[in-house]
């Protein structure tokens, strides 16, 4: 078995404080084999921010990598955010704005989804696309993990990212099996799975400390990997209570080819 960890839309600057030795004690006790963070670590991007990102971050004792969201590049420094968007997310989190996560079976392909050109709205290019599909590894479960949904439910008033519906066509095509995203503050694990399946999973994050009331709640998930099954804990926080409530569980099978949720 392999466990991965995902995180997403910190949002430190806005962040639920009493929450952070909770969530990390979550995490840390979960003994992930890789944690991944799908963006928006800051609120406005500004160097306080980032500083308490990094010291988050640092204190995560399993190995991790991390892909910027729209949140984490200036908002009103109009020069930087055209000239130098990622520069302190480069000096507190990473220098590579791609990373990729190799344990077990398991490679993750960081893709960074932020348009410097947009505020909320997210693309894919071409030239990132080709990345992706040239890395797959035809041995291990291949995994994208990105800020930006490749696909929303209607009611979603946030335009969805430009160049995703190629992008989804083309990674199932070639083999991308899990998709993994945040953004919208809003869980989501199959609800785009057809009832005879598909190729990939997209599990969408809700935010992990992001304290706006509107959210209602905090959460992450831990994901085991065993053979063709995926067990799904997704651990949550109501906005009204002191932390995490016990994890909920979801099964996901790709026994037959196509990925499946288990109803018990």
């Given at each position: 078995?392999?466990?991965?960890?995902?995180?997403s839309?910190?949002?430190?600057?806005?962040?639920?404080k009493?929450?952070?030795?909770?969530?990390l004690?979550?995490?840390?006790?979960?003994?992930?084999?890789?944690?991944v963070?799908?963006?928006?670590?800051?609120?406005r991007?500004r160097?306080?921010?980032?500083?308490r990102?990094?010291?988050?971050?640092?204190?995560?004792?399993?190995?991790?990598?991390?892909?910027?969201?729209?949140?984490?590049?200036?908002?009103?420094?109009?020069?930087?955010?055209?000239?130098?968007?990622?520069?302190?997310?480069?000096?507190?989190?990473?220098?590579?704005?791609?990373?990729?996560?190799?344990?077990?079976?398991?490679?993750?392909?960081?893709?960074?989804?932020?348009?410097?050109?947009?505020?909320?709205?997210?693309?894919?290019?071409?030239?990132?696309?080709?990345?992706?599909?040239?890395?797959?590894?035809?041995?291990?479960?291949?995994?994208v993990?990105?800020h930006?949904?490749m696909q929303q439910?209607?009611?979603?008033?946030?335009?969805?990212?430009?160049?995703?519906?190629?992008a989804?066509?083309?990674?199932e095509?070639?083999?991308?099996?899990?998709?993994?995203?945040?953004?919208l503050?809003?869980?989501?694990?199959?609800?785009?799975?057809?009832?005879?399946?598909?190729?990939?999973?997209?599990?969408?994050?809700?935010?992990?400390?992001?304290?706006?009331?509107?959210?209602?709640?905090?959460?992450?998930?831990?994901l085991?990997?065993e053979?063709?099954e995926?067990r799904?804990?997704?651990?949550?926080?109501p906005m009204d209570?002191p932390?995490?409530?016990?994890?909920?569980l979801?099964?996901?099978?790709?026994?037959?080819?196509?990925?499946?949720?288990?109803?018990?």
């Amino acid at each position: 078995m392999t466990r991965l960890l995902h995180l997403s839309d910190l949002h430190f600057g806005l962040e639920r404080k009493e929450l952070v030795d909770p969530l990390l004690d979550r995490v840390n006790g979960a003994r992930p084999d890789l944690v991944v963070v799908t963006g928006d670590l800051t609120h406005r991007g500004r160097s306080s921010q980032f500083a308490r990102a990094e010291t988050f971050l640092r204190r995560i004792e399993a190995p991790l990598i991390a892909v910027p969201g729209n949140h984490d590049i200036p908002l009103y420094r109009l020069p930087d955010r055209m000239m130098q968007p990622y520069l302190r997310y480069r000096r507190a989190i990473a220098a590579n704005l791609e990373p990729v996560g190799h344990v077990g079976r398991l490679r993750v392909q960081g893709v960074n989804s932020v348009d410097t050109m947009a505020w909320q709205r997210g693309v894919l290019t071409a030239a990132q696309m080709r990345r992706v599909t040239e890395g797959i590894d035809p041995d291990c479960i291949n995994i994208v993990a990105m800020h930006h949904p490749m696909q929303q439910r209607p009611e979603v008033d946030k335009a969805l990212m430009r160049g995703a519906p190629q992008a989804l066509a083309l990674f199932e095509l070639q083999g991308i099996q899990v998709v993994l995203t945040g953004h919208l503050h809003v869980w989501s694990a199959g609800a785009f799975l057809p009832p005879e399946g598909r190729g990939i999973l997209q599990i969408q994050a809700g935010t992990a400390l992001c304290a706006r009331e509107t959210d209602r709640q905090n959460e992450f998930a831990v994901l085991d990997f065993e053979g063709p099954e995926l067990r799904i804990e997704r651990h949550v926080a109501p906005m009204d209570e002191p932390g995490f409530r016990p994890p909920e569980l979801l099964l996901f099978t790709r026994a037959d080819g196509g990925w499946r949720k288990v109803v018990a």
